[in-house]
């Protein structure tokens, strides 16, 4: 065991041997790539002149006044090409692939966001690109799939196990296995073997880094509170790291509670799952007592996975972040209040996170700040969000 | 020595290759598997790998997947198929081996797991997804329970992880012989026998080759250059086709099935084969 491919106890490589050497090199490539001048002046190129970064550190003053207790800011990564945060990690990753030597793109994708993101860094890049989506994903989000097959990509309907994202992974996983010798896959989480976590936090990690520029232009000081959802953690981890060190910020994550952490019906792997083993490294996860994954459920399709990243886990154990899960109920609602008080429309993965906040706010004084990571605008969610609240926006 | 060990010196001395069906357990039901896994030795089965079915078998093609949920929707449970295995074991002397993927192996825990193992007879242990640089811990523990933890090389396994996989191994090397997952359409790659030979110059142990065997024709190739052939998917694919029969007449689906071994045993070049 080698220990830089854990988190304490957390993360690995429990992958089949065929895959072993495709993701040392993968490891090796990122260490060669990662402090490579030009490897990073070319992401930062697109990344500013492309995605649009950096993103908005935006003073919530509708929502502070309203929730009454701390100061809010929203990370505006809505505002991203694409419409995510997911774009970060994408481009990141073809990026490092065309430098590989390896110009096929497998991907995974629950609702299509990242699906979307990562047909759209292959097209700009001039990859070619395969994305897995379950059947049910692609029957709830057609929309989704016409886009990327826009963008120029392959997508290929999974239709074994509960045809979502977990089945949507391991499909990707089986075709890598196959394709391995000139394919790159390119996960969409911090999830995953070594060296996933970690190449996907680093590419996320931009979203902290500007947070704490910005946050200390407008504040002079850091926030008290950092608040993300949590569906594999990518987005959470890429605004957590950076401040991991500075102890005295206090970090959420929060996880999709489905019907109730109590009803079964739930994606929480953090606050409800055990410790196991899936898509390749070991983590909290959803399983039976003989350790088969149990199929997760949420509302919002991005948090509907029966696991987390590594890191994460590591961190509830040594308590570094804390860990809190909303119902689908709660979501929607603060799906609603941030359209309404800030004319923002948020994805339903970041409504989560939101409405955490809404709870947290108002327990704590004006002068304290709170920085929610805003993971994506809320258009791909505007058709479910109708349908659920039969048509009926609150007044 | 292990049974596993002994079994592939006896076929050794005999001239012969080792013929090692796997089966997923429970698939349709536990009384099919048990009675199936009877025949298969009578029909020539020199080793027999017991599958145990998971929700999220990334190394499995569709026909592994498919009997994994029938399994699972049946009721099937790790608890169970050790005391299937521990009948098994009261009857014949074949080695057995479990095949699992390796979440449920650390959800019942990894000392349990390896106990329940011994007690029941299990001879040896296949975890696809448990390379080199993970299998410290649980073969730590097998080890001195003298279950055989058996490893698997790629096509694309370096000499470098060649060494270490032939320095950890036990009873045999399980050679994957396409770049894919089981049940592959894939022809059994030209590079089979150069793939062999470089794992040989690694180790003494024996080398059985799977995930493309799917016809007499490829296991008798196979056969020609390896000391042992492994078939999954193909069987299963026997009983899948004729899964309205196997409740009324679990027989002919049975006889079906080692039928099929039978005539993989006989394209091997091997004298002894089925009975029936
Ligand atoms: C907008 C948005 N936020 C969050 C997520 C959840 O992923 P992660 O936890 O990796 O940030 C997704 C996933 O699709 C997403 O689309």
Known sequence: MRKNSYFGEFGGQFVPETLMPALLELETAYEQYKDDPHFKEELRYYLTTYVGRPTPLYYARGLTEYLGGAKIYLKREDLNHTGAHKINNSLGQTLLAKKMGKKKIIAETGAGQHGVATATAAALLGCECTVFMGAEDVKRQSLNVFRMKLLGAQVIEVTSGTQTLKDATNEALRHWVATVRDSHYVIGSVVGPHPYPTLVRDFQSIIGEETKQQILEKEGRLPDYLVACVGGGSNAMGLFHPFVHDREIKMVGVEAAGCGVNTGQHAASLTAGSKGVLHGALSYILQDSDGQIIPAHSVSAGLDYPGVGPEHSYYKDSGRAQYEAITDEEALEAFQMLSRLEGIIPALESAHALAYVRKLAPTLSPEQVIVVNLSGRGDKDVETVSKLLGGRARE | ?276
Do not use: W
């Open chain 2, 1 to 276: 020595m292990s049974r596993i060990a002994q079994t592939f010196t006896n076929l050794r001395l005999k001239g012969q290759k080792a013929l090692i069906p796997y089966v997923s357990c429970g698939d349709p039901s536990l009384e099919f598997t048990e009675q199936l896994v009877l025949k298969l030795v009578e029909a020539g089965a020199d080793l027999v790998e017991l599958g145990v079915p998971y929700s999220d078998p990334v190394a499995d093609g569709p026909t592994i997947q498919k009997a994994s949920q029938r399994a699972l929707a049946g009721g099937i449970t790790l608890e169970k198929i050790f005391q299937l295995a521990a009948r098994l074991r009261s009857r014949m002397e074949t080695p057995l081996i479990l095949m699992t993927y390796y979440n449920p192996i650390y959800r019942f825990g990894l000392e349990r797991f390896v106990s329940r193992a011994q007690e029941a007879g299990i001879d040896g242990l296949i975890v696809p997804d448990l390379p080199p640089e993970e299998a410290r811990i649980l073969k730590q523990i097998t080890d001195p329970a003298e279950i055989d933890l058996i490893f698997l090389a790629a096509p694309t396994s370096t000499a470098e992880r060649m060494e270490k996989i032939a320095a950890l191994a036990r009873g045999f090397i399980y050679c994957v012989s396409v770049t894919g997952v089981t049940g592959s359409r894939e022809n059994i790659a030209s590079g089979l026998e150069a793939f062999l030979a470089q794992i040989r110059s690694h180790t003494d142990l024996p080398l059985a080759v799977g995930f493309g065997i799917k016809s007499p024709e490829t296991a008798g190739k196979a056969a020609a250059i390896a000391d042992g052939v492994i078939v999954g998917s193909s069987l299963i694919e026997r009983i899948e086709e004729n899964l309205p029969l196997v409740k009324d007449e679990p027989e002919r689906v049975i006889n079906e099935v080692c039928a099929y071994l039978a005539s993989l045993k006989k394209a091997m070049g091997n004298t002894h084969f089925a009975m029936n």
